[in-house]
Each structure stands twice: as structure tokens, then as C-alpha cells.
């Protein structure tokens, strides 16, 4: 049985997961991403879609226990106040999410938005950030506890930020408590403060974009004092992921990468976003980072993120490849990717929300390297390579599965 | 270290192989491939180029004890009469070969075109195929004889033959020995002939074409009871090893591949022999094989060949591929690979021919399925997977290696 | 003022039309052309959507008298009884129409489809064809009369038919009307029988597929003889209108083009179609004529269709070309077309009937050469370069239309 | 008989020009187009090469009396002193030239190389600019006059500059002409003191590059009073080229273009150049230009350049196309285009070459707007569509070329 095998399995579906209900709790909950997933969620839970385009549905992850779909509880913050049943139809409006998903999943998605905060928006909050801090960890706990979950798993899928000037506080997790509670000034940017809020609440986190979040070594530092499990960063949903699957076979023929250009176009909300030079200078940074691990630091890589509106939710990234044969011989290579961004990005959400409750519930502390597979830069590891990542994957979720499967027959016989 | 550092390692020129020069006997000795094949095996032992394009001479393979490119000796068979030197110069003129390395090697072309006998050919040959089988064996024992070679690899690297129509001696090795030596009947398309002609002659073999080759039954039974070393069939290139790279991808992410259609434009010889439909009918099957196996016999895979003479031996290869996604949201990939296609073969006949001649010296009987990495129908496995395949040959290579290595010390010992 | 200024002109709707309401009857009155032209026609005389698509709503037809999209009434012939409304909302479902026009259009769809009358069938039709083509002109001329029109335009919209093999009386008018008569021997294929309706009825008659239609020369003089205003054939929506607005500017700048390759792949109805080896002979040796003419009989222009049901209604081309430049240099150039093929038909549809209409109204008999412009096949015509084609057809409209209203004037005045 | 027929014609090496033989001075003698150029002209003028790629060598210009390419003589300034046969056979070597061309052009290599004078260098030249004038004006002149031609057309192709900063000097001849004289600052660009030579000379003068030149107003005025003819500017070859032939097919069929984005990589010296944002400026701007004209002012057009020293000489261009049809519908384009952008050049800077002359022969003074058809920026029209652009070549050479024709046969009748 092979990770290929992508047949809906029992286990989607399942409530064979004895460790009771995870909370998903998204950083962003009003934004594209999170509408795909609530729409989704419930689709899934209700067995109306087959998981399509879920990693942790294939048939490889049959015999590892893991929270079904409707375990999944959703909640998150958010600055936008646009109802999520509005953003769903205006994405089902434009294409992006089937109508007939929608309109069945109305009454989920106005319980979801009763789930959701408000973010912390620099512009309006009047405090230190260690209040800020303090308000977001309590409406997760909250959450938590509302809902009698045993655990969340938080997960950023909020805009991307631009790269903050770096500060000694980013480096010392002592400084960094000091500075947040001591001035009102932002010495984090939003995403490290919904970091810190998770690492607070005790809760499982991953960040989505390539925003600092928990990538600042104070932060990263009190997340494995404080023991949760994370992993990270920057979701691999297209160009990247086929870098990574391709550039691979360069290597393994003996050809030589020369050159691996590319250029994206996309509209929507991501496209404005990105035409911003300073927020892009990150994600342009984390696609070029594997690439030159996997084919060598010589390769040219020009890479651009173009804003085109009128392409809206769809992303189309073409890349040209040159890489040289034998007798130097010229080989090109071209690929174009056309795809709903946010529909990549979704059921990778749920699939990392499951995984890191996974990790949770077997006791995994601070990096869990094996999800590197779901991100451009792979925390904890640098394996790029996404066929030997697919290897990595599977294995550390049969072998954790098997153990917290066997602890819980060993628990069952004990009583 | 890994199989994708492909700088040259010291292996690719080393004489660290202690088993002897190697016959590399190429069926379709004058044609494109064969052609490559000599002029870049000039180059690469003499170092006047690197060893672009050759998986052997990756980093992985650097403890793997392998002849030298300067330890192989070519010869083969050819019912053309061209002399080398013409071919490679007309390939040179065309763009296809570097101008500098045919000029290089014009003395070693001529050394291997004296190497070169008649091949079979049904139109002109009077007596039985049992008596070509004999000649063509003797052709090959004369050349190892005459080189003072430990063992010779032959290879098929001819144009591809329609596919024959079934008959029992295909199935029945004793049949087919009667039959052959009854009958002036040509029984066996030419190149089972030459299949034959290798096991009788107890040399390793491949066949890096579709056509019949060793692919009969009966033949095949013939080569295990001889006890050679093989592999199979059909040399994965350009748009296969890009299938097989990308499909496990879709895959692992859950994502449905609802069809994959290819075109492909060719020139040169090859061109011509793929534009007849019965000759093409085979190449088609295995090209689609493969695809299926990853991705589910449900798909849609429209394939065409079309021979286009103005491209000359540049072979265009654009595939469109449709997925579906989450809640069925729709992906597309397309892909468009250019290249000079014997440039990509020729390299692969010498990694075939120096790990057959690795798994001859190790005492490997019958077929080697870790060498499916090399073709479209990988003999004696069904893994298609082209990541997956790349660790079973490093991991092979590295094993029968390190066997032989310690053999051959065990032996130093001893004496 | 340029045809490229594609601004709404007051024109579109305009209703300086003084010559009378004028009828759409479309031969295959419930495919998927011509819901999209329905609900589109909606639409437009609605101005709920602008007239995007359509040539005649362009700033240089704004002097050009033609009747407003308010002034078109739709019939028409088909075999399937599946109401308009039924695959308008299907198509909406598959995303090729935005549910909005849909919804809008209901009742307009139901009265279109109340105007809608069995099509010929020759599985269930008992009498000679003869009989058939009473019926039909019967109920075109029905059409006419009970909804008050000057004058109606056939448009055969239908599937496209196998070619049907020749026949004497396809050649010979008089023998055709006897044969028709005297047997009840299918004698013409069905969209033979429907141009001939067209031709009996006395109304404007296009064919917008391949199929035999009137292009029969026994038809064709028929139609000469009638004195009906006609234009032909297959439209030229996609792949073609590239090639024949690229085409000339390789020829412009001296380049030879040595091939130009093509693969369609397309779902839908259409797909499964085309899949018939025998329907698409038709399309496919049309495609290439005008590529032949454009760069000279040598060209390598092999063409492929495929069927590839999960793309549905997207038609995706992608075409190579190959040219040689300055010392043979080479240069090489794809495109690749993606595009609901219906909706780049229906205001082809549209545009065809307004000026037949207006062909008409200025006493236009037998073929007009200028509408070629929408063609594969340009009728009276040996011009595929689409430039000129536009200017062409520009200078048509705008002379015809200045005759018509100068005569309106003077009748004007004379009354 | 139309453009596209491109077989050559007798025109292309005849003798049937009385005008004398003519000067092809060009700026930048040694780069690559200028290499191309010169080792073409070989080949063309003696019937070794076809005249591919030469719009001038058409059957529409075959009644047009043109200098045969035996009566083009070249010479030019270049601040390079590598000879031209180095750079023609490093080009060989590259693969851009056929080595048999240069092979058999040697002679006439050196020959143009002794006609090469040292370019003007900002950073060696001492005087003012005024003398640096005189000495480029001087040269010409004497390279006119010790080859006995009737007349000399100067082609700028050498390297892009970058936009220089507006001064008043470029605004006004009186100022301009006091400044160079007064100082030895460098009031001008050094395209723009090649220009002044070529004014000064009396020479015809072309601009291929997107560089100053002639386009400062002031020069400008100083051409139009010394009588030269001249056309401009900055040749369209590749990316450009496509889009005004295609644009004007989605006008005229009511599509509005809603994004054209475009990705140039390309290397060599080109490539090097181009990496410099400041002299891209220019470019970029120049190929946007010409689109928004064709589609619009709204439309969203993203465009790099991007240098990949891998690549070399030949350059590869995507564009993604997005247009609204029907209701709104998608319809994607893409283009993909891949040529040696130096021998796309060559031909134009032939025809160009022979077009001026001709024009300079019929007592043509100021802009020819009829040669827009070369240039990204039409000067003397806002004509971009380039079959408009075509038409309007073809009708301008044959008025003229009969009114030259007719005025030599007076001229031979009077004698």
C-alpha cells in the first residue's frame, strides 16, 4: 500500500481517535485560506466531498490514528469583521468553492464565526503586546475549554507580513518578555504576537505564510521551553512543491541545473499582498532556498510575483529550466501550474491540524521535523527532496501511530 | 551525501575496478545513440568532458566499485555501413554534438568502427536464425576474445520494430530452439535474434528500445537458464522520467489525477520509425504503463507521436495534466521538456553497461529490477516511482558494491 | 475609429433598425452553442451584460444599421427535448455561464424553447426527405409568421457529422429533388436536410460545423437559384483564429514556417464527438486548409483531437511551430488557447445573424465572400489572413449599411 | 500576390537598382547583430544562403527597385577592437551562426573589419563633443568616399543605454549645438553623438535600439533641417513582434485583454546589459508601449527581463494573455517563443539598410512612418497592429519604388 493510494479511506471519516475533539484554531479566520477550510470542514465531516487533495486521507495513513474531520472544531481571530458565510459566497461567486459546498454548509460557517475573535491589530491596540499577548492566548483557552476540547492546534494563514527589521529582542527570549511588557511600543510584528499567544495557551503551532511568526529564535526558544509541538514554515502548495518534486530527478540523472526561472501571476487578495516588495522579499526568499539546496548555490534563479487583479483567486506560475546533459547538450524544461491557491493551501491545513494533533496526543515536544513535507522551508530538517520528505512523512506517522495505538491497548488492558 | 551531488567524483575515471576491461556491444552500433556513445565515451575517458548526464558518476556511486569509463571497449552490430566518423560528423553539423569533441575523437571512432560486424538482417540472410544466432554469438566471442575483455555488456540500442504477432515458440524455449534451426523461416523479429545472440554469447543484456528483444518469454527463459545478468526495457528519457518524477507527487498530496495527455514532436531517424503505427503501437503501451501504475488505471491518457522532420533530433514533448483538488477544484499542469533525445540515451547506455558489468562481476543471475530506474518497463519490478527507484539503485549499487569490495580484499588477504 | 475599439457602441442595442424584427433559428436549438446563445441574447437585450465577444457591438460597425440584440428572436430545430432551462442550469453548474445570466434569463429561456421544433431524425423518420424538408421549412416559416418577422437567419449549430460519402445526386440539383421525392432513402445527412429547409423556407442560412450542410454543390445551387444571402463554414473560434492572425507575420518577415503541430484536447459533448474518428476528418482537413494557404502546401502540420471527458467544456491548444529565420536560424514558437469553446461561439452566433440580416434586408443574394471573417472555410473567398479579413469585412458592413440607410433616407423623403 | 509569398525573388541579388551601390555604416560594427549582419550579407550577396528572415526579399517587393545585397558595402564605429572573425566564429561555436557561413565569409570579414573606425568612448575622448562629431562624421564620409557609394544609411545597434536625465540641450538645436562646441562635458548619450555624426554626414539613419539616438527632440529637428531621411526606433523582433499581430485578433473579435504579463530570459552580452534596471527602463517601456495602444490603457502588463547567462544568445519569451469573452468568460493565451534574438535582428537591419536607400534615393526627407513596421516605437505613425503596419510597408515601397522606376525610365528615354 503506497502513500499513492489516495482512495478515501475509513479513516477519514473515522472516530476511531480516542484522544476526544482538537480545536483548529486559524490565525486569519475571516481570509481565503480559512474559508476554504470551514467550507470544506464541513463538507468532509458531513462526507458530502471526498477528501480530495487530503495527504492524511490516502490509504498509507489508514492504520495511523488520527482525529476524524468532525473532530475538528474551528475558531481563530481575525481583524476583518466580514462574516465568513459572506466571504464563502463571494468565493463561490467568483468560481473558487462549488456553490452546492456553500449552501450547505451555512449553518457550519455561522458557528465557526461564533468561534472567531478579534485579532491584534497594531493600529487600534492601546496596550503593551504582552496584554495583547495575554487577551489572544485567553480567547484560545477559552475556546478550548468552551467546547471541551483536549487540544488546539493553532495555525496562521493570515496575510503575509513584510520581514521586520531584525532586534536584539528577537534573539533573547529574556529581553523580548521584558520589552513586551514594559512599553506599548510593537516590537513584534502581528504574527509573532499570535505566535506567542499560541505558545501561551499551550496549544500545537504551525504558520502557513513565511511571516516572522515563530521563526524568531526568542520566540522559538519559549515554544520548546513551553513544549508544545510545532513545525513549520511556508506552505509548499504549487510552484514550489513541483520544484521539489522535480528537481530531484535533475540530480539523480547527472544533469547539470544551469538556471531555473520563474514568474507567477495572480490576483485576489495574495496578489495585492505580494506586490508589495518588502512583504514578497520572504516568500521569493523560502521558494529559492530549497530549490538551491536541492540542484546547487550556482543555479540562477530569477523569480517574480507579478499582481495581475484581473486573474483573481487563480495562480498560474510558469518556470523555465535549463539544465545541461550529456556533452554539455541543452535541455529545457518548462512547467505551468494554474491552480485556486487557497484550494491548495486548505486541505493542508487540515492535514497539519491532524498531524501536530497527532504529535500532541504522543507527547512530541518543540520541532517535528517529518512535517517539513508541508512547507518551503522545513523546519528541523533540510531535506527539500519531496519524494524522500513523502518517505519521512509516512514513516513518522505510522511508527507514532503505532506506539500511541499500542499505549492506548496497554491503557485499555490495564483497566 | 547524495545522489544529487553530481560532481564528477574520482570514480568516474577510476581504475579502482579490479575486474577487468568491459565489452560494450551496441546493436545499432552506427545509429544516433551508438553514435553519442562513442564520441562522449572518448571524451569522458580521456577527461576532455565531464560526465554530464551520467547517473554513475553522481557522488553516490563513489564506493562503488565500477569499471572506468577508459575500461570499456565498444563493438557491436549494425546493418548500416556508414562509418562512425560520417555519422558523428553529420550529428555534429545538425548541432547535436559539439563540433570539438568529434574532432577529438575521429582516431577513437575508427578504433570502434573496425569493432563493428554486420547485423542480422532477414532481407538478406539465406540460411536458418539458428545460424545467425551462431554468427552474431561468435561476433561477440570474437571481439571478447580479441580485446582480452572479463565480460561484455550488449545493449540494443536499434530502431524500435513493430511488434511481432504472437506465436507458440514465443512461449516455448524448446519450441523455439526446433523452430529456429528447422526452418529458413525468420521465426524471431531481429532483434530477439540479437537477444539470442547475447545469451548464447553469456554476455549481459538490455534492451533500450520497445521492441521484442529479450521481452519474449521463451527468450527470457533461455537467458535465466544461461544464468546472464539483464534488464529492462525501453530507456526512460524524457517525457516517462518526467511522468514518473511528477506523478507520485500528485499522489502524496491526495490530488486526483483525472487525465494526462501527451504530444510529441520528433525528428531524425527516430521520427520516421515512430511515425508507422505499428512500430509506434509498442512505445505507446509503455509509455502509458508506467502512468497508470501511479495514478490509476481510470485515467485519461491521450498520447501521440508525430514525426516532424524539421525538428530534426530534437524531440518537444508537451503533456497537459489535469487534477482534480479540493472539493474538486481544478488544477492544471502542463509540461514541456526539449531536448536532443540520443543526447539523453547516451549517457544511460554507459550506466547500464557499467552496472550490468558491477552485477556480472558480483555474480548476479537473471534479472536486476533495481535497473528499472533506467526504463520505462522496469523488469522485475513494478515500482515506477522515479524518486522510489533512485534509492533502490543507490541502495543496490552501494550493497552489491560493497560485497564485491570486501570480496575482493578477503581475496588480497588470501593470497 | 478602429474595429480593435470594442467599447460598447450605442449600436448594441440600438433600435435604428428600421427593417423589422428578425428571427434566429438555430439548427440544434438545445446544444450548448446555442443555450449560451440564448441565455446571452438575454443578457445583451437586457443590457444586464455588454456585449463582450461580439464583433458587430465594435465602434466601426457604429454607423452600420443592424438590428439591435432586442430585435432577435430565437427557434429553432433539435432531436433533444431537454428543455433549455435544463442545460442552462447544467452549464451554469459546470461553471462555462455565470449562474446570474441564468437565473435572469428563465423566463426568456422558456420562451425560446417554446419556439423550438423536432429536429430530423432520420432513425424515426418514416417518409421521403422531401417530406422532412416540407416540415422543417413549414416550421420556419410558422415561426416567421406568428412572431411578426421580416426575415429569419438558419444557423446549424448542431453536432458535427460524419462526411458522407459522394453520391451523383450531390452534384446534380434536379436528380437531387428526385431522388428526395421518390424514396424514402436517407439520401442527405441531417444537416443537408436542415440547409435545404432553410433554402425552401427563403431565410439567411449559415453553418457554423463542418458538416455537409449546404457546401453540397446540388445545395448550393439550389440556394444560388432561391436567392437567399449565405455565408459559410465552421466557425472559427480558437486554435484557428490564432493561427491565421499569426500566420501572416511570419510570412510578413520573411520566415519559412517549416511545421506547425497541434493538439486539441476538449470534454463535453463536443469531445466525444470529435472522438470519432470519422466526424472530426472533416474539422480537422478544414483547420489545415488555411494554414497551407497562409504559409505554402510544405508545412508538417500534424493535428490532433482528443477527448478528454473530465476537462468538460474547456477546450485547451496547444500548437508549435517551427520556422527557419536568417541562415536557417531556428525559431521556434508555442501558444496555448484555453477558453469555454461554446462562449467563444455564441456571439460568433450572434454576429452571423446580425449581418445576414442586414445582407439580407440590402438585397444580398448567394454567398458573401466578407463574412469568410468567421469562418475555418471562407466561402467565396480565398483569404484566411485574419487582418485582412477584418478590414474586409469592415469595409462590407460599413458600405452595405451606407447604401441601406441612404436608401432609407430617400424612401424616407420619397414618402 | 501578397507578402507571405517569400520564395526569394530574382530581387533579392539583382543588379536592377541604377542608384549606385550603397553604405551600410553600422553603430556597434562589432557587436553580435552587427557579426550576423556581416557574415549574412556575405552569404546573401553571393547566393551561399537564401534570404530568410528578409521581409525585402519578398515577391511584394519584387517589382520594387532595391539594392541588391551585392551592392551593400559595410563599415562602422565600435569601441571593441576584437576583430570580426573572432566574434563571428565565437558566435559559430555558440551555435548561433552555421559554421559553414562564417567559414566561407572570412574574407569578406576582414574586409569589413578594415572599414571599422574606433566608436566615441566617453571615457577616453578628451575634446568636446562637438569634435567627437566631427571625427565620426568624418569617418563616414570617408568611408563613403573611398568606396565610391551613392549613398550611406547608419543603423544604430549597438548596446542599450540607459535613459539619460533630461536637460534643456535636448530640447533645443541652438542650445545643443553651443553646449558640445563650448565644452567637454558630455551633454550627450553616445547613441546620441553617432546620430549627430550620421546627420552631419548626410547619411539616412535608423535607430534599433530603444538608446537616445535620434529621438532627443533637438536632434531630431537638426535631422528634419539637414534633409536626412531616417525611421525609428528600437527593432521589434521577438515578444513585441507577436503581440501586434495578436493583439488586434482579441478587438476585433469584442474580447477585451484584461492582462498581458510577459517573461523575457535571455543571456550573452544582451542579457548583461538588460540586468541594469536603468537601461531595461527604457525597453520595458518601449514594448508596453505598442500593447496598451492595441488594447487598451486599463490593461495590467507586468514585464521582466531577466538576465541567465546559461542561455546565451537565445532568448525566451512567455506571455499569459487573459481576456473576457461571452458573459464574461475566461479565455487564457499563452505564448512561448525562443529565437536567437541577434539573428532576428540581422535580416531587419538588411531590410532596412535597403529600404532607407531607397527611400533616400526617391528624395525622401524627415520621418518614413511606412518603416514602423521594424520598430517597437513607430515614429512618424501610431500604427502597432502590425498587419496594418504590413500593408501600409508594402503600399509606400511600391508607390515609391514606381515613382523611382519611372523617373529612371524618363531619365533613360531624355538621355
Not at 486569519?28 to 464541513?42: F, I, P
Not at 513584534?188 to 499551550?202: D, F, H, K, Q, R
Not at 526561472?261 to 529559492?288: C, F, I
Amino acid at each position: 500500500m503506497t502513500i499513492l493510494d489516495t482512495a478515501t479511506s475509513a479513516n477519514a471519516t473515522a472516530t476511531g481517535w480516542p484522544h476526544g475533539r482538537v480545536g483548529v484554531w486559524l490565525v486569519g479566520a475571516r481570509g481565503s485560506v480559512a474559508t476554504a477550510v470551514a467550507v470544506g470542514l464541513h463538507a468532509l465531516a458531513t462526507e458530502l466531498a471526498p477528501p480530495t487533495g487530503c495527504t492524511t486521507a490516502g490509504l498509507d495513513f489508514d492504520d495511523v490514528p488520527l482525529p476524524a474531520f468532525g473532530d475538528l472544531v474551528l475558531g481563530g481571530h481575525d481583524i476583518s469583521t466580514t462574516p465568513l458565510v459572506h466571504r464563502a459566497q463571494a468565493l463561490a461567486d467568483s468560481g473558487m468553492i462549488p456553490q452546492r459546498y456553500v449552501t450547505a454548509s451555512l449553518a457550519g460557517l455561522e458557528q465557526a464565526d461564533a468561534e472567531i475573535r478579534p485579532g491584534y491589530d497594531p493600529s487600534t491596540h492601546a496596550g503593551t503586546q504582552a496584554e495583547a499577548v495575554l487577551r489572544l492566548a485567553g480567547d484560545i483557552v477559552a475556546f478550548r475549554d468552551a467546547n471541551g476540547l483536549d487540544r488546539v492546534v493553532v495555525i496562521d494563514v493570515s496575510s503575509t507580513e513584510p520581514i521586520p527589521d531584525d532586534r536584539p529582542e528577537f534573539h533573547d527570549a529574556t529581553l523580548l518578555t521584558r520589552a513586551l511588557a514594559d512599553s506599548t511600543e510593537a516590537v513584534l510584528p502581528s504574527s509573532a504576537v499570535a505566535a506567542l499567544a499560541a505558545i501561551e495557551s499551550g496549544s500545537a503551532y504551525a504558520c502557513f505564510t513565511p511571516s516572522a511568526g515563530l521563526a524568531l529564535p526568542a520566540l522559538r526558544a519559549l515554544a520548546v521551553h513551553r513544549g508544545i509541538p510545532f513545525a513549520g514554515q511556508d506552505g509548499k502548495t504549487g510552484e514550489t512543491l513541483i520544484r521539489t518534486a522535480l528537481a530531484p530527478m535533475f540530480g539523480a540523472r547527472g544533469m547539470h541545473v544551469q538556471s531555473w526561472a520563474g514568474a507567477n501571476l495572480l490576483g485576489g487578495g495574495d496578489g495585492a499582498t505580494l506586490a508589495d516588495p518588502e512583504a514578497v522579499r520572504s516568500k521569493l526568499a523560502s521558494k529559492t532556498r530549497g530549490l538551491r539546496s536541492l540542484v546547487g548555490e550556482h543555479v540562477v534563479a530569477p523569480l517574480h510575483i507579478d499582481n495581475v487583479p484581473d486573474l483573481g483567486d487563480i495562480k498560474t506560475a510558469w518556470d523555465h529550466i535549463h539544465a545541461e546533459g550529456f556533452l554539455g547538450s541543452r535541455i529545457t524544461m518548462q512547467t505551468i501550474w494554474s491552480a485556486y491557491d487557497s484550494m491548495l493551501a486548505a486541505p493542508l491545513v487540515l492535514d497539519i491540524a491532524r498531524l501536530l494533533a497527532l504529535a500532541d496526543a504522543a507527547g512530541a515536544r518543540g520541532v517535528v521535523p517529518e512535517l517539513g513535507f508541508f512547507f518551503k522551508d522545513p523546519w528541523g530538517s533540510d531535506v527539500h527532496d519531496f519524494g524522500q520528505q513523502t518517505t519521512e512523512l509516512r514513516e513518522w506517522a505510522q511508527q507514532v501511530g503505532a506506539r500511541l495505538s499500542s499505549e492506548a491497548r496497554s491503557a485499555g488492558t490495564a483497566r
